[in-house]
């Protein structure tokens, strides 16, 4: 094979060498498959608590959609910027160890809008999917 080939390899064989990030790898994968299950259905429960899955109101399905998506856009740099800080501060396990309650609330507090549908409540929603 061509040495192209080979380095686009190289981390594939190294994971499978290496029984611990084979087992990390294969532990991250399994941890974002609902995430990506819950991005495929996330804007069809926005639309179905504020009553727009069935209307033709294209400009409140629009703000629905951009507050849903933009605040947890924008809330990501500074998240980012906190966790890096924070697990220098206290090392990296530790922080994961922080990071497991706070994520389970952070993809908890969506399921509210079914209490409280308001359009406000949508930059939370963005905000809470973006971090968790």
């Known amino acids: 094979p061509s040495s192209h080939a080979c380095s686009l390899l190289a981390p594939i064989r190294h ?4 029984p611990s990030l084979r087992n990390a790898c294969l532990a991250s994968g399994l941890l974002c498959l609902p995430e990506v299950a819950l991005n495929d259905v996330t804007q069809q429960f926005i639309y179905t608590e504020l009553g727009l899955i069935d209307t033709d109101m ?3 399905k629009q703000l629905a959609s ?3 998506t933009y605040a947890g856009l924008v809330a990501v ?5 906190v966790a890096g ?3 220098k501060l206290m090392g990296p396990l530790q922080l994961v160890k922080c990071m497991i309650p706070l994520t ?3 993809q908890l507090l969506p399921v509210l809008l079914v209490v409280a549908p308001h359009m406000w409540y949508l930059a939370v929603v963005g905000i809470c999917l973006q971090l968790s």
């Not at 740099?77 to 910027?81: I, N, R």
């Open 104 to 106: 389970a609330v952070l």
């Open 66 to 68: 951009s507050l849903s």
């Open 85 to 87: 800080f924070a697990g």
């Open 77 to 81: 740099l500074p998240a980012f910027l």
């Open 58 to 60: 294209d400009a409140k």
């Open 15 to 18: 994971m499978c060498a290496n």
